[in-house]
């Protein structure tokens, strides 16, 4: 279910969603039975599928990965890959697997749809997530976009009961302003950095603090980048600390930035 997207794809590219992945999910992919993950998507080579499951496994080392692709050429393609906790299959959104992972990623796939259908795919891969329990706040999916070499991306992590939050992520040596990022803003949010929606107010406020942290760029980008974050958190509801800003990163919860005119169960 779904349709062939461009399938451009480079190696690395997908690293610092990955490196968030393994940190915020990491412990529910060691508890989990079946550390199931998938790579929706993964484009014309397999790239992304072997290095997600290299980066798990520093984490959760019997977590395995499967790669879904709905071209079967690129499945065909990505076959000699397989290996130990690594396999390859042809399918799209209705993730055709007997279980239900621990965690979907699906980077750069949505880009290519409208808006109007983003609400309908995230519930279908949220409804594939194993499920919340006693000691487990259930899978992930992960949605969201990237350059082509992964130094700018913004992605939506969503659970079984819907998004929960945005993370902002970029290598801050190559970025002029924070609002730089609002070109690969997630299909659900690009559209909406107009005034009167909340992701825009978002991003000027986060230009505005960045600017007054300005002093601090003798001391680096990071540190200019960890002020400007600590100041946004004031009027924001940021949901990590100065580990993940160290990162060049900054999370906020779903709902401040969720479209204000979106009709979507999910908001």
Known sequence: MGTVTRGTTNPNRLRRMDRWIAAIHGSELRRADDPLAVDLGYGAAPWTAVELLQ?????APRARVVGVEIDPARVAAAKPYERD???FRHGGFEIPLPARPSLIRAANVLRQYEEAEVAAVWARLCARLAPAGATSRGGLLVEGTCDEIGRRHVWVALGPEGP???TFATRLGSLGRPSDLAERLPKALIHRNVPGEPVHAFLRDFDRAWAAAAPY???GARQRWIRAVRDLAADWPVTDGAPRWRQGE????WEALAPATSTSAFT
């Open 164 to 166: 929960r939050t945005v």
């Open 55 to 59: 980066r798990l496994r520093t984490v």
């Open 85 to 87: 906790g690594l396999e």
């Open 217 to 219: 760029a003798s001391y």
């Open 250 to 253: 900054v999370t906020v919860r």
